[in-house]
């Protein structure tokens, strides 16, 4: 199934894709799907016949989760992206977070903060949890991800270095394009370990382009090392990290300064096209 929160009348909707409709499911937004414990089963059993339905052409869409009770990003997850940045590979993942209020939908402007002179890309495939867990481990870990999305994680890369912790560079408010869905992972190649093209283009230009199977910790990895830490709820997002190709690590570096439009892919999932523009001071 491919699942989604669409934007509609001042409200949201949880919907479901079917060809060129958007099932309503009968709940306000994908969070509170993924709280019920058959979610699935609730979702698959709506029939266009029996239920409101919006066109797929013109759809709005928020945010995939709005409000997930946490965004939990990985640093240097891809070997080319770690290459290029001069590290060593990691022996456990690279943690930092992101708050809901820098989340915004798959076709929302990317708000560039005036305070940075760095603004960067980062296509990534992320984690959307469906089921509560703590210390997760194999099958339990699998069955944890309702599915997949994608997620660009701009960050402002002279406040990520202001200090070895790079939170500061990464929360920045209405700065994190995420959706336009959660695909189930029944409809990817490899399933919980999807094997998929990534790329960003920035004005057309390609910046990014690599394989999920590149990935260092891949997402059930990923699900088994962050519940160990913390319970992760059902909407709760894990950004898998990035690949090689982001402005910072350019010769010369180069950066977002805003107008430009940024084009997030993930082959079987979906694309987000977002404009970058300048926030205006209150």
Not at 5 to 29: E, H, I, K, M, S
Not at 91 to 96: D, K, Q
Request: aromatic fraction near 6%; hydrophobic fraction near 40%; include cysteine.
């Amino acid at each position: 199934m491919k699942l989604a929160t669409l934007r509609t009348g001042g409200t949201t909707r949880a919907v479901r894709l079917d060809g060129d409709v958007l099932v309503d499911l009968g709940v306000p937004d994908l969070g509170t799907l993924l709280e019920q414990d058959d979610w699935a089963a609730r979702a698959a059993a709506v029939t266009a016949d029996g239920a409101t339905t919006y066109p797929v052409d013109g759809a709005d869409f928020a945010p995939v989760v709005p409000a997930p009770s946490k965004v939990v990003c990985v640093g240097l997850n891809y070997r080319n992206h770690i290459q290029e940045m001069g590290r060593d590979l990691p022996e456990h993942p690279t943690l930092f977070a992101k708050f809901a209020d820098s989340l915004i939908g798959p076709g929302d402007d990317i708000v560039r903060p005036e305070e940075t002179d760095a603004f960067d890309w980062e296509v990534e495939l992320a984690v959307v949890v469906g089921e509560r867990v703590r210390r997760a481990r194999g099958e339990e870990a699998e069955r944890a991800i309702a599915g997949f999305t994608v997620l660009n994680d701009i960050t402002c890369r002279d406040w990520q270095f202001r200090t070895r912790e790079w939170l500061q560079g990464k929360m920045w408010d209405s700065t994190t394009p995420v959706g336009p869905c959660l695909v189930t992972p029944d409809e990817l190649p490899g399933g919980v370990r999807p094997a998929l093209d990534v790329k960003l283009t920035v004005d057309g230009e390609v910046m990014q382009s690599d394989t999920t199977g590149d990935l260092l910790f891949d997402p059930v990895d990923l699900v088994e090392y962050v519940s160990t830490i913390v319970r992760l709820n059902p909407g709760d997002i894990i950004a898998t990290g990035t690949p090689g190709g982001v402005g910072h690590a350019r010769k010369p570096a180069r950066y977002l300064l805003g107008g430009e439009t940024v084009v997030t892919e993930i082959e079987g999932i979906g694309r987000l096209e977002n404009r970058v523009v300048e926030e205006k001071s209150a």
